[in-house]
């Protein structure tokens, strides 16, 4: 139940709305001094989204974060404040003949002086969007909502500004023109006109010399983003706050799901016992539905916190992280953790695989030699800072239980290959041999052997087969049994085989992390032809 981060969103959304519209007519009044001509541009905001919002409608964009998140609504009403200040200039300029012509004309003519500039100034802010629009994959979902918003909103208060806003002047100040004695237009801003008056005084030598002041601006300018920009680290996108962890804790392989869920109420206990923490849910074992192949060594760990609002003292969600981390690996040792949250979780797994902010992806075929850099790989990522929750994404060898039917002494006692392969399905996985109603329920009846007649290699091997002459045949004598160390997941992608070497960064940005390590995995370790690595994740 995601209810209170819809909420949360929604509260985000709108108070980020009412702020943006209530600074910006704050703005417009200081800057334009007239009440009336600042309203007269805010009404561009909520009528542009208007726009905005009926484009998303028709293209199926929908309305969250995403999408919303980066409407800055200075840029919105940057083409009605250029109306609208220039008309202002005009009517209070105005000579008598000019206004015997009457105010509409008057208006279209001081609308026709700027509106070619308003409407290329607003297509090229428009078009530097481009690179965004031409986004793909995880990028173009997460990004060009944003853009294609921002141009929806952009374009509706173009249109306004050379529509709706030149009316509305006509409307609001049709009493001041046509006054033979109209008084104060608008109210002049002694601190406006300092700000002005300064700049005219640094302005008119600059422009006499307009090749030496655009070579110094652009040589200032490249030099003061050259020197900030080597430490300014390369982040994918900023960390979505969902309120909530996700985490998953990794027991040892083989472990039984028996003496896994012994853990769950400790796990629990120590999550639950901090004040911040609101709901924790464990889930261990696979779904019915088959969709999460993992065995029994994993655990999913979903906590729900309180709103930060109440949250005592000066704990952050970071500081609560590496907390529960501590009392957990302390409270389970042998088991290691990984942190993310439940939205994120679902992404990143479903785009590599992995469920951290980096994913070292290896491809091949044999999965000894794979595991063997995998490990190589990984002994590198653990010593770079920054590195946490590191490990390898599928698990090592365990021993698993095979039966290699002898066809050679099968047909010698008659017995088919699918016979025995039924013994081995009814004798341990169990058999439906018919249906339960319980009103609307309905439930299979299924006949398995008992957990002594089925739980050790020497069971199996003593298993009795039917022959067709009505002999029982004891399994051992039909098929070889024996217990041999397997994979227990075996991960493909475009037609090989894959293991992902996993990490989170923390306290670090993955744009540096991702560019050590790629150096230093490149000098330690070599792959062998038909071998390739990539790097996925977040990065």
């Known amino acids: 139940n995601r209810s209170e981060l819809v909420h949360y969103t929604i509260e985000t959304v709108s108070k980020t709305l009412f702020e943006g519209i209530t600074i910006v007519l704050i703005v417009l009044i200081f800057f334009i001094g007239s009440f009336r001509s600042a309203l007269v541009v805010a009404t561009t905001i909520p009528v542009s989204m208007l726009f905005a919002f009926t484009m998303m409608k028709l293209t199926g964009i929908p309305a969250n974060l995403?999408?919303?998140?980066?409407?800055?609504?200075?840029?919105?009403?940057?083409?009605?404040?250029v109306m609208v200040e220039n008309i202002l200039r005009r009517y209070r300029d105005a000579t008598p003949e000019e206004k015997s012509q009457g105010i509409i004309r008057f208006t279209f003519t001081a609308a026709q002086e700027v509106g070619r500039e308003i409407f290329f100034a607003i297509t090229i802010i428009i078009l530097a969007y481009l690179p965004i629009f031409s986004f793909q994959r995880v990028e173009g979902k997460l990004f060009s909502p944003m853009a294609y918003t921002l141009g929806f909103a952009i374009t509706g208060s173009m249109i306004l500004a050379l529509t709706v806003i030149p009316v509305l002047m006509t409307i609001i100040y049709r009493k001041y023109f046509l006054s033979a004695n109209p008084g104060k237009l608008e109210w002049h801003n002694p601190v406006y006109h300092w700000i002005e008056w300064k700049y005219s005084k640094i302005i008119e030598p600059l422009s006499r010399r307009p090749g030496v002041t655009v070579a110094a601006a652009f040589v200032i300018v490249i030099g003061v983003t050259a020197f900030c920009g080597k430490g300014i680290g390369v982040e994918f996108l900023p960390e979505l706050d969902e309120g909530s962890l996700n985490?998953?804790?990794?027991?040892?392989?083989?472990?039984?799901?028996?003496?896994?869920?012994?853990?769950?109420p400790v796990i629990r206990d120590v999550i639950s016992k901090h004040n911040e923490v609101n709901v924790v849910l464990t889930q261990l074992g696979r779904n019915d539905d088959g969709t999460d192949p993992y065995g029994p060594n994993r655990l999913e760990i979903l906590v729900g916190l309180k709103p930060y609002s109440q949250w005592k003292g000066n704990t952050s969600k970071d500081v609560l992280l590496n907390r529960i981390r501590g009392e957990l690996e302390e409270a389970v040792p042998g088991a290691s953790f990984s942190f993310s949250q439940p939205i994120l979780d679902n992404v990143t797994e479903a785009v590599t695989g992995s469920v951290a902010d980096l994913a070292v992806l290896i491809n091949g075929n044999d999965l000894n030699v794979m595991r063997e850099k995998a490990d190589s790989i990984l002994a590198v990522i653990k010593t770079i800072r920054g590195a946490s929750e590191y490990g390898?994404?599928?698990?090592?060898?365990?021993?698993?239980?095979?039966?290699?039917?002898?066809?050679?002494?099968?047909?010698?006692?008659?017995?088919?290959a699918s016979d025995i392969q039924k013994m081995i399905e009814a004798a341990i996985g169990g058999k439906p041999i018919g249906k339960l109603y319980d009103g609307t329920k309905r439930f299979d009846i299924v006949v398995r052997y008992s957990p002594e007649f089925r739980s050790s290699v020497e069971a199996v091997r003593n298993l009795l087969v039917p022959s067709p002459s009505g002999a029982r045949i004891p399994m051992s004598q039909l098929a070889h049994v024996q217990l041999i160390d397997g994979p227990t997941i075996i991960q493909r992608e475009d037609g090989s085989r894959q293991i992902s070497v996993r990490t989170n960064i923390r306290g670090r940005d993955q744009g540096s992390f991702v560019a050590?390590?790629?150096e230093k995995v490149a000098k330690a370790v070599s792959f062998p032809k038909g071998y390739t690595i990539s790097w996925g994740g977040q990065f």
């Open 66 to 81: 995403l999408s919303l998140g980066a409407i800055d609504f200075g840029i919105i009403v940057d083409g009605a404040v």
């Open 247 to 264: 985490i998953r804790c990794f027991f040892p392989v083989g472990i039984s799901l028996d003496d896994a869920k012994q853990y769950c």
């Open 392 to 416: 390898i994404e599928q698990e090592g060898d365990q021993a698993q239980l095979t039966v290699t039917v002898d066809r050679t002494a099968a047909a010698r006692f008659g017995v088919n």
């Open 516 to 518: 050590e390590a790629q």
